[in-house]
């Protein structure tokens, strides 16, 4: 349950202009579509991706870690790690499981026989996109587990783009096609309230001497 008081109480804190510019953005937030990362081995990438995440208005990142440690790099995010949510995973099993509790469709982006060109690609239940590492692509678990395949149409010699550079263009078509549609890809407003006092709380500096502060208030 959110404390619909303690944000009314920190949102006065910050400036009515950011305080507007949070509500603006959170409500074009999706977790409609959702992206999972799977043992990127250069750290920029994933940084990158999560990024890209933010640019385009999808709230969460699953960052399996299980082969190289964490992979989320500040310097490069630029602030993007305080704005997406970045769950972590030590298996591409464990993200996998978690994802279809919560009713997403396992698809991943490859050069599969398979795959969908992006432009065929028709989004009509939530989807989470996995995205693979630079040396050998996604794991045979996730081929094997995936219910669906997308890959970027090419018309040149190169038969791969970086991972970042596959994720920024996938995420910018798909976010903009499935706001064309009358599906339910807004948050809840449960997860706009969260989000909000999560945002907020990372932009008020002693945050916890305020938080102190507003429990003896209440009290």
Known sequence: MIDN??????????????????????????????????????MHNTSAVVRSCDAFGV????LIEGKYG?????????????????PRY?????????????????????PHKDSYLLDDFVINEKIALFFGTERSGLSQEVLDKADGFVKIPM???????????????????LTVELKKTNLPWQLTKDDKMRIRLDWTKK???????????????VK
């Open 90 to 110: 030590n298996s591409t099993t464990d993200c996998i499981n978690e994802l279809r509790k919560n009713g997403y469709k396992i698809i991943a982006t490859s």
């Open 155 to 173: 018309v040149g010699f190169s038969e791969s783009l970086n991972i970042s550079v596959s994720a920024a263009i996938i995420l910018q078509d």
């Open 59 to 62: 709230q969460t990142a699953h």
């Open 70 to 86: 964490e992979r989320l790099d500040k310097n490069i995010a630029m602030g993007a790690e305080q704005w997406v949510d970045t």
């Open 203 to 217: 932009s008020i500096k002693s945050i916890d001497d305020i938080l102190a502060r507003y429990n003896k208030e």
């Open 5 to 42: 008081k303690l944000l009314i109480y920190l949102e006065n804190i910050i400036s009515p202009e950011r305080r507007e510019r949070f509500i603006k953005i959170v409500e074009n937030r999706t977790n409609f579509i959702t992206v999972a990362i799977e043992d990127v081995f250069q």
